[in-house]
């Protein structure tokens, strides 16, 4: 086992100070100290969880990449936990496509302006 500190800052806000803070506890040096400490059920859903959220990160990516949604699971779907995810070209259209596609009215009326815009000045 070792000691793991772990730090925190709270930014100044309105009329409250910055505020800094630090815990040390014990952490495990491997996984079987860690199952020994916590437990496997415990290890486990904790990897899990911290796995969802790097993927739900590299799907919103994806999305705003404009990639199409069997991209994403060719590329994603064979994800392993711990080991980066390759990287993805980009379509420009689709993803300005995409982007449209996600955009309220009010949006797209901006995006359809910008586009006749920049057609008028490469004519």
């Known amino acids: 086992m070792k000691d793991f500190t772990v730090e925190a800052k709270v930014p100044a806000k309105d009329d409250k100070p910055e505020m800094n803070g630090a815990l040390t506890v014990q952490a495990p040096d491997n996984i079987e100290e860690a199952v020994q400490m916590f437990g496997g ?30 991209a994403i699971q060719a590329r ?31 949006a797209r009326k901006a995006m359809l302006a910008e586009l006749q815009e920049a057609a008028e000045k490469s004519a």
């Open 76 to 106: 994603l779907g064979v994800a392993k936990m711990g080991v980066a995810v390759a990287k993805s070209s980009v379509d420009p259209k689709q993803a300005f496509l995409a982007q449209f596609a996600a955009a309220d009215p009010k």
């Open 41 to 70: 059920e415990a290890v486990l859903s904790n990897a899990i969880s911290n796995w969802k959220v790097t993927l739900q990160s590299a799907l919103r990516s994806a999305l705003k990449r404009g990639e199409d949604q069997g």
